[in-house]
């Protein structure tokens, strides 16, 4: 269960940082701290909530995302997995070495929608299955490495 939490927490907090990061807004640091909104230079650290976010460990937050005409993923320990379905409460996964890459159901907390994901737990390779509401199913070779 905390694994689940854990996952959620940083998908959270990469899509966060992901939103953060569109461009387009026309808005630069000089910009933010004129209209009174505060910016942080890139590289430095953020820190919130005893988390603590650098450039280095950001991309470390973000899944692994898997789509259904994918065969192979690699990842490393401690990775997420984020597998693209089209109806993620209906969608059901599994794997087949659970030590390996434990498997989280699609689901809905606050009115948004999760696909399924994954967590790379240790070196290895697992075989997990998404299968689809209409029966239709993929199966992907993860690859976990240490």
Not at 63 to 73: G, H, K, N, R
Not at 78 to 90: N, Q, R, T, Y
Request: some cysteine; charged content about 20%.
């Amino acid at each position: 269960m905390r694994r689940i939490v854990a996952l959620a927490a940083a998908t959270a907090l990469a899509a966060t940082f992901v939103a953060g990061c569109s461009s387009g807004s026309g808005t630069d640091s000089a910009d933010q701290a004129a209209a009174g909104g505060e910016s942080t230079p890139v590289g430095d650290t953020v820190e919130g909530d005893g988390i603590e976010i650098t450039d280095e460990n950001l991309a470390m937050l973000a899944p692994i995302v898997v789509v259904p005409d994918q065969t192979e993923a690699l990842a490393n320990v401690g990775d997420g997995l984020e597998f693209m379905v089209d109806d993620p409460l209906a969608a059901t996964i599994e794997s087949d070495n659970p030590a390996v890459v434990e498997v989280i159901p699609g689901r809905e907390e606050g009115g948004i929608e999760y696909n399924p994901g994954g967590m790379a737990l240790s070196a290895g390779t697992a075989n997990v299955t998404v299968t689809n509401a209409d029966g239709t199913s993929f199966v992907v070779v993860v690859t976990i490495e240490g």
